[in-house]
């Protein structure tokens, strides 16, 4: 039997800091399953409680960002976190106190999901979030994920139609002072799903076979995680990202084993595992 101090060394603590999806296919529920799936153990600190399933979100309740902040800084207290992801923050108030708890935190890879807008349309971050993002976390983040509509409000320019525009609107991103981003083109269209890293290496383009599947709730909190764990296993950014997009299109290609809801439903996240059952 591995000794107790072995075992944490070889299963990384990764810590999601993000809503809660109470269908079990997007946000914190996501990001656990997601963690378990690449070998590491999730922890999570929420920043929202949504009222949602497959069908669209109802409601919104933020707790008080103090609160958020302390569930943070107690998982800090105690355990030796290998990387970080942050997904919705619901208020400019909760970004400024997870960027408080952050700035003193360790100094892990931190994958921020910028999630200003759900699948099903309803808006989960204003222009305040949005600017307080760029102020105290953009600085802080290793990577920023946004999609092409969530680009194009992160740059206040419009939405990305093709490779060049993508790559275009990256680079004005990376001037906010992340090491690096990911501008995803999953909502485009076409056979595969592009997307763009970049760091200071320059571009590097990332493409899979699109699936043909209607359970796409919790893709981007999927791929975001999935990094995250990569990260906290010791892989460098492209290759954690390249190994991420291998296991998001693992779980759409068996998404539709799954009957979750009337609407899009969640992606299989232990595909990998049920082969082996």
């Known amino acids: 039997m591995l000794e107790p101090s072995v075992v944490r060394a070889l299963i990384p603590n990764v810590l999601a800091i993000a809503g809660s999806d109470p269908s079990g296919g997007a946000g914190i529920q996501a990001d656990l399953k997601t963690f378990a799936a690449l070998g590491c153990h999730g922890m999570a600190a929420i920043t929202a409680l949504t009222a949602q399933n497959t069908r669209g979100v109802s409601a919104?309740?933020?707790?008080p960002p103090s609160f958020v902040a302390e569930q943070i800084a107690m998982v800090f207290a105690d355990i030796d976190v290998a990387a970080?992801?942050?997904?919705?923050?619901?208020?400019s108030g909760v970004v400024e106190a997870?960027?408080?708890?952050?700035a003193r935190g360790p100094r892990v890879p931190i994958v921020l999901d910028p999630v200003l807008v759900a699948t099903s349309g309803a808006v989960l971050g204003g222009d305040d979030v949005i600017a307080a993002m760029r102020a105290r976390l953009f600085p802080l983040a290793s990577l920023?994920?946004?999609n092409l509509a969530e680009a194009a409000r992160l740059a206040d320019d419009a939405i990305p139609r093709d490779r060049a525009a993508m790559e275009a609107i990256a680079r004005r991103l990376r001037g906010?002072?992340?090491a690096a981003w990911l501008v995803k083109g999953g909502h485009a269209a076409g056979d595969s799903?592009?997307?763009?890293?970049?760091?200071?290496?320059?571009?590097?383009?990332f493409s899979t076979p699109r699936v043909s599947t209607v359970n796409t709730h919790g893709t981007g909190c999927t791929l975001s995680s999935a990094i995250a764990a990569c990260l906290a296993r010791g892989l460098p950014p492209?290759?954690?990202?390249?190994?991420?997009?291998?296991?998001l299109t693992g779980a759409l290609r068996n998404a539709d084993?799954?009957?979750?809801?009337?609407?899009p439903g969640p992606v299989d996240h232990f595909a990998a595992l049920r082969d082996h059952l």
């Open 60 to 63: 919104v309740h933020c707790p």
């Open 257 to 263: 084993a799954l009957a979750v809801g009337s609407g």
């Open 193 to 205: 799903a592009d997307d763009v890293f970049l760091d200071d290496a320059g571009p590097v383009w």
């Open 84 to 91: 970080i992801k942050i997904g919705m923050l619901g208020s």
């Open 144 to 146: 920023v994920t946004p």
């Open 176 to 178: 906010t002072g992340t």
């Open 238 to 247: 492209r290759e954690a990202v390249a190994r991420a997009k291998a296991y």
């Open 98 to 102: 997870v960027a408080d708890v952050l």
